[in-house]
């Protein structure tokens, strides 16, 4: 094993952990110092904390499930997912950085909110942005690493389509 694919895995597994520990951390705090739906204002009511046990997926969905579909879909699938996430990440050495950097936020964001599933039987969100047009729903550092990979993912997903179509369509002079 090489100098050069050592520090690719160590940079991995230390950005994954980041990821994680960010989320589980800043979960933590909520957990032991914010009570159940307890409203705290950061921003003028436009960012809030407000802390919520989500026993069901995004914005709730599928919290209603009978146990055991809500096992098979909400703890089944995603470590069938982010193990083949994992496998994925660390063996293909060349897949670009950005890729490699979106799969990280993504895999991070799940294992942290799948972890709250297994150990607390709920996922503890508890940010809230209300941007006058638009308000989210309550979510937390895991979420955001998630919607930060599918970001990465899409703009380079954009760039090699517009790469493409600059090959095959080559500007007229």
């Known amino acids: 094993m090489n100098s050069k ?3 690719r895995i160590i940079f991995l597994i230390f950005f994954l952990l980041l990821n994680i520990g960010c989320d589980q951390v800043s979960k933590n705090i909520v957990r032991n110092k914010i009570s159940e739906y307890e409203h705290i204002s950061i921003v003028k009511d436009r960012f809030t904390l407000t802390k919520v046990e989500n026993s ?9 499930m009978p146990y055991i579909l809500r096992l098979i879909f ?3 699938l995603p470590i069938l997912f982010l193990g083949y996430g994992l496998y994925f990440l660390f063996s293909k050495p060349n897949l670009p950085q950005s890729m490699q950097i979106a799969l990280c936020f993504l895999i991070g964001g799940g294992i942290g909110n799948l972890y709250d599933r297994i150990v607390h ?14 308000e989210t729903g309550v979510f937390n550092f895991a979420d955001i690493s998630i919607m930060i990979g599918v970001g990465i993912l899409l703009v380079q997903s954009i760039k090699s389509k517009f790469n493409q179509r600059k090959i095959i369509e080559p500007e007229i002079e």
């Open 74 to 76: 909400l703890m089944g």
């Open 56 to 64: 069901g997926a995004f914005l709730s969905l599928g919290d209603q």
């Open 5 to 7: 694919h050592s520090f």
């Open 121 to 134: 039987g709920s996922v503890t969100d508890f940010m809230h942005i209300d941007f006058y047009v638009f």
